[in-house]
């Protein structure tokens, strides 16, 4: 081999060796997530806003289906194949993640004071000095309604829980309409459409939610059992056959144009502004009487956290500091209206009902679902018996005072109140 041929073999060999360095300094995060309906915003909008910004850190989004998550998940948690960034959500789910040391400590993440401790409370530990992901966004309960089918038969929307009945009734007697699009068959729309989105207004939200937590209420008490007999009115508007009809029967009844008013979270807006040919509106759960203090369900649903094993832990922390911060914020809300966020920072809205959503945050007092701090840790799990039993209720297969008992022999068999 001659000299010069020897040159250029160690010349090609260390403009190989640079470029495989260079490579090296790239690193990849992989995130873990249930909601694969945003993977295309995600791909479209979060990620190259973070990868401008952020040059040597790539990011995929790997989601899971919705109800395969929290199995798939453990599982690979468990294997230690699990992606860098895990979606969390709120409470306990992930508070058992963060005490098996699947989750690492972000207390201190640059980015966390832009939440509040309400905000961080799904993914802290009860005592609050640990918080172990990123809030994310919330979702907001109430009642979307056809503008169009209101407009048509002269209805004005019900702020009083007379003035609904009152509404339901006016559409069931002209028979264009179902009144409302319910079903009870999944269990959980009864549960998280009906009873949790209402009931906060009659357990005075997080006064009778923490009074619960703390023994000092109970659920046969009359403020938990008052909006299950509410609750038991809507069976005579929900339209025929409401016991078979599954979640995706509701939206599409109501998205056909078929149905007057949805039991709503504020997650169905992206999907209702494509599906729906008619102008929407939305309204808070009515009070009991006029000037009464209204309240809403609005409910930290979604956060996300770093992988304790993540072997790109520092990117990972470059990455959550992004995500805590107003910019994050801003594209998310607006990309995926009917999310919102729990940054402190103010963020502005284009969506016109999910700016209607928002605004109640401003004349009501917030809470979350009662169900989900503490109180579904045993067994029976209060929030899974709380679908069945708001089923029941509307079915009219048990009474609202026998399913509130049912409720609280269930809780008294495991739960101890936190004082």
């Not at 479209?44 to 989601?63: D, R, T």
């Not at 009734?169 to 209402?198: F, V």
């Not at 929407?280 to 409910?299: E, L, Q, R």
């Not at 701090?373 to 708001?390: C, D, F, H, K, Y």
Request: a negative charge; aromatic letters at 10%; proline letters at 6%.
């Amino acid at each position: 081999m001659t000299r010069t041929t020897m040159k250029g073999l160690l010349l090609a060999s260390s403009i190989l060796g640079s470029a495989g360095l260079a490579q090296a300094q790239d690193v990849t995060l992989t995130i873990e997530s249930w909601r694969n309906d945003d993977l295309a915003i995600w791909q479209e909008k979060l990620i190259p806003a973070f990868e401008a910004k952020n040059p040597g850190i790539k990011v995929v989004f790997s989601p899971s289906a919705p109800t395969e998550y929290n199995a798939a998940l453990n599982a690979k948690l468990d294997a230690g194949s699990a992606g860098d960034l895990i979606t969390c959500r709120p409470f306990d789910t992930s508070l058992e993640l963060f005490n098996k040391k699947h989750l690492a400590d972000l207390t201190s993440l640059p980015g966390m004071e832009n939440f509040s401790d309400v905000a961080k409370s799904a993914w802290s530990t009860d005592d609050g000095k640990a918080t172990f992901c990123v809030p994310m966004a919330s979702v907001i309960h109430g009642f979307i309604y056809n503008k169009d089918a209101f407009d048509q038969l002269g209805l004005s929307v019900p702020t009083t829980e007379e003035e609904f009945f009152a509404v339901l009734e006016k559409i069931k007697a002209d028979g264009n309409y179902i009144p409302m699009a319910m079903g009870t068959k999944d269990l959980w729309e009864a549960a998280t459409m009906g009873y949790q989105n209402i009931g906060p207004t009659y357990w005075k939200g997080e006064e009778g939610r923490l009074a619960l937590i703390k023994g000092e209420q109970k659920l046969t008490d009359e403020p938990w059992v008052e909006p299950y007999r509410v609750l038991a009115k809507w069976k005579d508007y929900l339209g025929d056959g409401f016991e078979a009809q599954t979640y995706p029967d509701s939206q599409n009844l109501f998205t056909l144009g078929r149905a007057a008013i949805y039991p709503a979270g504020s997650w169905e807006i992206s999907g209702f502004n494509t599906q729906a040919q008619f102008k929407m509106g939305a309204f808070p759960p009515p009070v009991k009487k006029a000037g009464d203090t209204c309240y809403i369900s609005d409910h930290t649903d979604i956060g996300i956290g770093l992988n304790a094993k993540s072997p790109n832990a520092e990117a990972g922390r470059t990455f959550l500091t992004w995500v805590a911060s107003p910019e994050f914020a801003e594209i998310y809300a607006n990309a995926l209206p009917g999310f919102f966020s729990l940054n402190s920072t103010p963020v502005k809205m284009t969506d016109p009902l999910a700016q209607e959503f928002v605004s109640w945050r401003e004349k009501c007092k917030p809470t979350i679902r009662s169900t989900y701090q503490i109180l579904a840790r045993g067994t029976p799990n209060l929030e899974n018996e709380t679908w069945v039993e708001s089923a029941n209720v509307i079915n009219g297969t048990d009474t609202p005072e026998v399913a509130a008992k049912k409720l609280q022999d269930g809780l008294d068999s495991w739960f101890k109140p936190v004082k």
